[in-house]
């Protein structure tokens, strides 16, 4: 599913315009970059495509996910991911019944939902995590967690906040690849907010930059 911003525009409560209207487009699978200095409005950014601005900003121009405009339609209704620099998981729930509590409710039946939940710890090399506690993951598990939960729910684009920054140069690397080769995979377009240069050559996208 491609995503395309046109002219959006996003006003502080003071009535100021963050940034110049922005326009950009990628094509599924593809993985976009925004930087930026410090307060330039590069969250904000995020939050204006995936509906969730304070009620006292707002947005203006278009969003379009695979040719559909959803500025109109609140946030659980875009169906688009977020995955945040804190991996936050309920910490009540195990491993599993985190991924669980994000599958797509298209996914019937307690046989397939174990099924799918199990198949995507596999395949992010977490086999056999399912019943851990999530605080006994390390950062780079988390994050491996935190992506599969937002991709179990079959979103429609992701925006991921920088989130790798709180990994160490080795295991940001190794995240960062299984991240854009999911997204790939899953074959839906995607916006990094990074303040480093690495990540955004790897992302391998275009790079928009705020400010
Ligand atoms: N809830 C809010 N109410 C009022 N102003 C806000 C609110 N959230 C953010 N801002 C302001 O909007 C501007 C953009 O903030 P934003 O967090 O988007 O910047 P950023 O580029 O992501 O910064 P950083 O790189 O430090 O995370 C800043 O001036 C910030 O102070």
């Known amino acids: 599913m491609s995503l395309h911003l046109d002219r959006l525009c996003v006003r502080a409560p ?11 487009r990628l ?11 410090s307060g330039v409005g590069k969250s904000t950014l995020l939050n204006a495509v995936g509906g969730h601005l304070p009620r006292t900003f707002r947005a203006d121009g ?33 491993v599993a019944g985190n991924l669980a509590f994000g599958l ?12 799918a939940v199990e198949d995507a ?13 999530p605080a006994t993951l390390s950062g780079g598990q988390q994050a491996r967690v935190a992506l599969l939960r937002t991709l179990l729910a079959r979103p429609r684009a992701v925006l991921l906040d920088e989130p790798f920054s709180g990994l160490d140069a080795e ?16 074959g839906i377009a995607a916006l990094l907010v990074t303040h480093d240069a690495e990540d955004a050559e790897a992302a391998g996208g275009a790079v928009t930059r705020l400010g």
């Open 62 to 94: 278009r969003v379009l996910v695979d040719g559909c405009d959803v500025m109109p339609l609140p946030a659980e209704r875009r169906r688009i991911g977020v995955m945040f620099q804190q991996a936050v998981m309920f910490p009540h729930l195990s």
């Open 27 to 37: 094509a599924p699978g593809a993985v976009g970059c925004v930087m930026g200095p």
């Open 121 to 133: 710890l596999e395949r992010a090399g977490l086999a056999g995590f399912g019943p851990r506690d």
């Open 14 to 24: 003071d009535g100021r315009a963050l940034f110049a209207p922005l326009s950009l």
């Open 171 to 186: 295991r940001r690397q190794d995240i960062r690849r299984f991240v854009f080769d999911s997204i790939r995979t899953a």
């Open 104 to 115: 797509c409710p298209s996914v019937r039946g307690r046989a397939a939902r174990r099924r």
